[in-house]
Each structure stands twice: as C-alpha cells, then as structure tokens.
C-alpha cells in the first residue's frame, strides 16, 4: 500500500479556485490508479474525480466535470486535483485515494489507501 497526505484545502469565496495536492509515500506509485472523494457535513462520501496509472485517462462525477481537473506527476509521486468555479455546495473534506484496479475506479470500496481527508470551504 502506498501512504497519501492531502494539503491545498481552505476557503475560498464563490468562483474562486483552490488546487488540492496528494503526496504518496512508497516507489510503486505509478502503479496506482488515483481518485478523489469528498464528504459533505450529513452526508456520505462521494466520488469526485479518477484518473488511470499512467495518466491521459480521466473520469468525472457530472457535478464537477468542466470546473475540476484531476492530474498526476509519477515522478514526484503526486496527484493534484484542479478545482475551478467553485461553488457552496462543494463544501466538504476531500480525500485522495489510490487503487490497483486497472483502468478508473469509482466506487468507495475499489481504493485500498485513502489520505487523511483536507477541508475545503467556499462561502457564498
């Protein structure tokens, strides 16, 4: 298993943009399918963002497609996630998560490793 820590969360007003970065731990990185989930306060967590192993590939939940842009640099053992226009109701703690699945993965359970979570907040 690889280990993830997040940083970029904060608060930003309505419209702005904040890039959250997701540092891996461990030299199998390239390895791993990366994905995105966010948890809203009183609700479940969801899926945001995944991207394959090598890169290119890419999948978006329909709320966050066209404003969000998940991306990887396997030689610096990061994943980042692009937030643009952001909006109140993407208000939540994000997680970084990595799997093995081959191919986009996005269901909870699929990912093996999750990071600690980083609060993003955007007030209206």
């Known amino acids: 298993q690889v280990q993830l820590v997040e940083s970029g969360g904060g608060l930003v007003q309505a419209g702005g943009s904040l890039r959250l970065s997701c540092a891996a731990s461990?030299?199998?990185?390239?390895?791993?399918?990366m994905g995105w989930f966010r948890q809203a306060p009183g609700k479940e967590r969801e899926f945001v963002a995944a991207i394959r192993w090598k890169g290119g590939s890419s999948y978006y939940t329909d709320s966050v497609r066209d404003r969000f842009t998940i991306s990887r640099d396997n030689a610096k053992n990061r994943a980042y996630l692009q937030m643009n226009s952001l909006k109140p109701e993407d208000t939540a703690v994000y997680y970084c998560?990595?799997?093995?699945?081959?191919?986009?993965?996005?269901?909870?359970?699929?990912?093996?490793?999750w990071g600690q979570g980083t609060q993003v907040t955007v007030s209206s």
């Open positions: 461990g030299r199998t990185f390239s390895r791993y399918a």
């Open positions: 998560a990595a799997t093995r699945v081959v191919g986009l993965a996005t269901i909870e359970s699929q990912y093996e490793s």
